[in-house]
């Protein structure tokens, strides 16, 4: 029976081969939960209507999540989920390297705001101003000054002295947001950290692995996983990455 249906699939030009278990892949929500305890402190940079938070809640068993989304539109939606739910914490301010009040462009869709200005003359570009029903030129759709704190400010202010899970989605930002929490890095406050790396040119700033490993690589952090979004640059609209990095002072690495 087995060899009939091997040769089956073979006429069919598929090949049926035995799974290696020590190669075998978990995703990346088994990762962490594999990995971080069950009740972690989580910050999660860039909330937007807080899908993040979803799925944390899905991942762990009572997470504490400190969610910080500056697009008061975006946060409004965020508040009204989850207001009843007194382990989350929203803040509808960014964080950055410094504390300040910058310009952010805010866009047909929200999730690719920035404090970074989109390339112009692109195919991203095109056609995502064409799926919103606006012009290039218009996909930007306002340009607002936003407050920006640090992670190491709030962690003080709040009185935080650990962070289980960093994660970070701020569209080319995430550098700033490390540099801001130097304090945090270098007194192993943080113990994993999950961030997007945009090696496209959708905004005028790209990133390499050094451009964020300079950050982590001397406070003992290790790249343990990478979640591509397509794997090179010259095919497809996009070239990112969600990073998973664990401190080593925690983790048997």
């Known amino acids: 029976m087995k060899k009939l249906i091997k040769k089956t699939f073979n006429t069919l030009g598929l090949k049926i081969t035995r799974i290696n278990k020590e190669l075998e892949n978990i995703n990346f929500d088994e990762l962490l939960a594999q990995k971080i305890n069950k009740n972690p402190i989580i910050f999660d940079v860039g909330g937007n209507q807080g899908q993040s938070i979803e799925r944390f809640k899905k991942i762990f068993t009572t997470p504490i999540i400190h969610s910080f989304e500056p697009i008061k539109s975006e946060f409004d939606v965020m508040y009204k ?30 999730g690719n705001s920035s404090f970074n200005k989109i390339t112009k003359n692109t195919k991203w570009l095109k056609i995502r101003s064409k799926q919103y029903k606006t012009t290039e030129e218009g996909y930007i759709v ?41 304090n945090s890095l270098k007194n192993n ?9 945009m090696f496209d040119n959708i905004y005028d700033k790209y990133f390499t692995f050094s451009d964020i490993e300079k950050y982590l690589i001397p ?20 070239f990112f990455a969600d990073v998973y990095y664990f401190n080593k002072k925690f983790y048997n690495l």
Do not use: W
């Open 189 to 197: 406050k943080i113990r994993a950290i999950v961030t997007e790396i």
């Open 142 to 182: 306002q340009k607002k000054k936003v407050m920006i704190n640090t992670i190491d400010n709030y962690c003080n202010d709040k009185k935080i002295d650990r962070i289980d899970l960093l994660k970070i989605d701020t569209q080319g930002y995430e550098d700033k947001v490390l540099e801001g929490s130097s």
């Open 219 to 238: 406070h003992n952090f290790r790249m343990v996983g990478i979640d591509l979004a397509n794997n090179n640059l010259f095919s497809s609209l996009v």
């Open 81 to 110: 989920k989850f207001k009843e739910d007194e382990n989350i914490f929203l803040n509808n301010f960014a964080l950055g390297d410094k504390t300040e009040e910058k310009e952010f462009n805010i866009t047909a869709k929200t």
